[in-house]
């Protein structure tokens, strides 16, 4: 079963320093740049109170932490969760710097929401939640300065209740100038055509030209998913679309197996009215929780939370590709076992670019008063992860290491260039 990662020995913070520590110590990192990088530029935190529906008043905490913004705008996701803390927040906006430096993206990292189960509320109480959060975060967030996007338990929803609060408190002559303030917003709001599949997508595509690059193809893998939100759907989706085989999915709430194959698109058509939970799925049978990682597979996509595999279940893992659809899913010591199996990790800031990527065509879209169909969108998308992909490929190939050590290899040496180039004010 998805634990939360505040459970698991290390946190997710712990995870992303060893992983940067690593990367410093083998590039010989400029050590005044190394200062500048293990710390966050701003840590927000905003307590705020909210009427619900029967007219008590609830006090929320919301978190935006921004880390970096040596390459442009603070960019990353709000999420709606109980273990949202500034640790995490902390940890997964190091991560979006990476991802956007990685990408060749004009984006600095950030990261936050609000520490709450969205289950436990209405769709109204949800709204003023959402509104409310904006309200007090006040100008920390910017189209030019720091752009929200969706995360867990956020949607494109949320993106237009955010845009809509953040637009009313400009003036009307200011208001269309502030649409793209948060990305992934709904298509009629200004959001992006194909903007909810570009995550799944990049999942997918990254897995495929794993492949290719070894002389194989999608046609008859097996694969498994932990979390079936919008990055497992879409992932799963294109997958088997291309002839491989959906054994088994989980997610907080159960954990479903199929040796005959699960339908995606049935699955999607029962989790959907259920916020997203699989429980009760009549085309697949339940099993053990803590038996899903060792199921036989051929690949093994974590999409739901941080730490996930640790050293207390990486040692089981079959799977010979691990896929980071999730930000952080793998923690050091899980890594290392894995490592030592033979397998190959997709890391999360290649493998998850996808929705990064095109929320920055979004971004783009509005600023530039353009309107993007999906085809062009895709082929845009497409074009961008593979180059991407190959940069990573070629950094494996020629430094014999991991594809993680690689993409942090050139994630933070495109930031120290930055630094370096410019220099440090005053």
Known sequence: MITEAKQNKQSMYDTVLNQ??????????????????????????????V???????????????????????????????????????????????????????????AKGGIQLDPRNYSLSELERITRRFTYALGENIGPEHDIPAPDVNTNAQTMAWIADTYMSTKST?????????????????????????????????????????????????????????????????????????????????????????????????????????????????????EEFFGLECDLLIPAALGNQITAE????????????????????????????????????????SGGVIGSYFEWLQNRNGELWELDEVMQKLEKKIKQVFKNVSNEVAERKTDWRTAAYIIAISRIETSYTQRGIFP
Not at 205 to 229: A, H, P
Not at 313 to 324: R, T
Not at 339 to 345: A, K
């Open 51 to 109: 009427k619900m529906d029967n007219g008590e008043v609830e006090i929320f905490t919301g978190y935006r932490v921004q880390h970096n913004n040596a390459l442009g705008p603070y960019k990353g996701g709000l999420r709606y969760h109980p273990t949202v803390d500034v640790d995490a927040a902390k940890a997964l906006a190091m991560w979006m710097t990476w991802k956007t430096s990685l990408a060749g993206l004009p984006y600095g990292g």
């Open 173 to 289: 002559s200011e208001r269309s100038q502030n649409q793209h303030v948060v990305t992934g917003k709904p298509v009629g709001s200004g959001g992006l055509e194909g903007r909810d599949r570009a995550t799944g997508f990049g999942v997918y595509l990254t897995i495929k030209m794993l492949y290719e690059s070894r002389g194989e193809n999608l046609e008859g893998k097996t694969f498994i998913v932990q979390g079936f939100g919008n990055v497992g759907y879409w992932a799963s989706k294109f997958l088997t679309e291309d002839g491989a085989t959906l054994l088994a999915v989980q997610d907080a709430h159960a954990t479903l197996i199929n040796e005959k194959g699960i339908s995606v698109e049935d699955l999607f058509e029962h989790s959907s009215p259920r916020k997203g939970s699989i429980k009760g799925f009549t085309g697949a049978v339940e099993m053990e929780p």
């Open 313 to 352: 279940n990486a040692y089981k893992i079959k799977a010979a590709v691990v896929a980071e659809g999730a930000n952080g899913p793998t923690d050091a010591e899980g890594e290392q076992i894995l490592l030592q199996q033979g397998v190959t990790i997709i890391p999360d800031i290649l493998c998850n």
């Open 20 to 49: 940067f520590n690593k990367t410093a110590d083998l590039i010989d990192l400029n050590p005044n740049i190394r200062r500048i990088l293990a710390l966050t530029n701003n840590e927000i935190i905003v307590h705020f109170p």
